[in-house]
């Protein structure tokens, strides 16, 4: 079969690869219809995830079809078109069973800090991803879910991360009707996280970023003010200002750890990996926030450490909200908005690439090429 | 020091100012009090190990399931197995492992080389997008790498 092969840092290819096996009796073999490229994928692109090994596959955005079930298996079948949330889950372990499923305890050998993730470097338990024509899916009977007839692959293959990903973080903001929410970054997920905070009742909503295009984007789609910090001197004082001298109430981070808008940031986190990636966006968020503010963080950073203003979280009693979105809890309340129409998850799609073409999509996203926000790859089997 | 007082429920006031609804976590996490059971819960059958598996020290056996992509390997996989003898609160954990990450792009390109293929590094980096959607850009950078190369052979020439 066809898949992405990492062979470095900004280097990746598409090459023939063995076909993935049934290796526990829960594991389902699904062959992928689309797959996108996250931004988080980028993290992995650039070399600022730990043990991220050449040879991997990467990729935990995609949708398919069951193929092959282990004997175990009983939630679906073969033949089921499926959403497979990024998240592995086992569903039986005490995270698991509270409804935190980015958290399974039973996913990970390699590290307890995060759960596993399909094609999320060995930190993440070393699973390949769905950058591939076909995938082993482990704990077939907890994530994948089987995608409603009326529903368009496009909009179903960003409810296995996007989507959940952008509403969990404005539901961790514990928006109130009225607030004032701020969401630092117009990536898929910011666009996402200021559309979704519109459930939430706020009065306004703001967005900031540093690339016209797609502000310009996050302004149409999520109706929502929309500024570029490149054209303020201080972004935070900014957002004090146009919030009447007080804070936002709610601040999202949708940045992660290669944000821009801070040259010591940028030099610590990025150039000399001194920090695990530029915190900046973080530190906007927790210095922009009100005095008893909610501070949400979606925005993926390594796992060593990060230079961030603790002392202000402390001073200004700051709750900090944070966690990999549980996207099997979500996904019920997410199909019915999309079903609905409320939202409409495909018009982020801005780029459709054949899997083949992988160096370059990751290219054009990376590098902001050609108005790119987001790029599915559509591999080329068929059943 | 471990504190065996199992009669803590009769502390003066033990349990008096609970708040069931005051969990940070909601609604991320519906609370079930399961968390202090620890690690007792029912567990799937386990996955059998047929590669090297690099586990973390901070958990006492592998988790039911695991990737099996990239088993260790070479430089980089000694580098990993000493990484794995720390713990993730400890730098001797993380930075060796982004060392033998940069290691392991090398070991990548003579593996390919010993097989027989020379990697295309221009088509892997994706410069036929670059070359199509950024043409003017790629085209600055070439001219600053001609004039910087011009500069230091003229100088090297110079210096002979």
Redesign the interface.
Known sequence: MLAMNYRGPYRVRVEQRPMPEILHPEDAIVRVTRTCICGSDLHLYHGMVPDTRVGSTFGHEFIGVIEEIGPLVTNVKVGDQVIVPFNIACGKCNFCKQGLYGNCHESNTMATAVGGIFGYSHTAGGYNGGQAEYVRVPYANVGPTVIPADMDPDDAVLLTDVVPTGYQAAEMGGIKEGDTVVVFGAGPIGIMAARCAWFFGPSRVIIIDHLDYRLEFAKNYAKCEAYNFKSMADPVLFLKKITDWYGADVCIDCVGCEAEGNALQTFTGKITLMQAGAATALQWAINSVKKGGIVSVVGVYGPPFNYVPIGNVLNKGITLRANQASVKRLLPRLIDHVQSGRLEPKKLITHRVPLEEISDAYHIFSSKLDNCIKTVLIPSTKA | MINDNQDYKNIPGWGMDIDVENE??Y??????G??H?R?N?????Q??VKIE????N??PK?????????P?SGL?GMI?RY??QHS?DR?RH?IP??L???I??????IEDIQKGNI???F????????LK??TAKLVERACYALIIGTIAIKYLRKKK
């Not at chain 2, 819960?41 to 059958?45: A, M, N």
């Not at chain 2, 392991?104 to 390109?109: F, K, L, Q, R, V």
């Open positions: 940070p976590t609604p991320m996490k519906n609370y079930t399961d968390d059971k690690s819960y029912e567990k799937s059958e996955q059998p598996l690099l586990k973390s901070e958990r592998n988790s039911v399931v695991f990737g099996t992509s990239v260790p980089s990993r990484a794995f993730e730098y993380w492992l982004i033998a990450d940069r392991n792009a090398w070991e990548g390109i990697p295309n590094i088509a892997e980096r994706g410069y036929k997008a670059e959607y950024n």
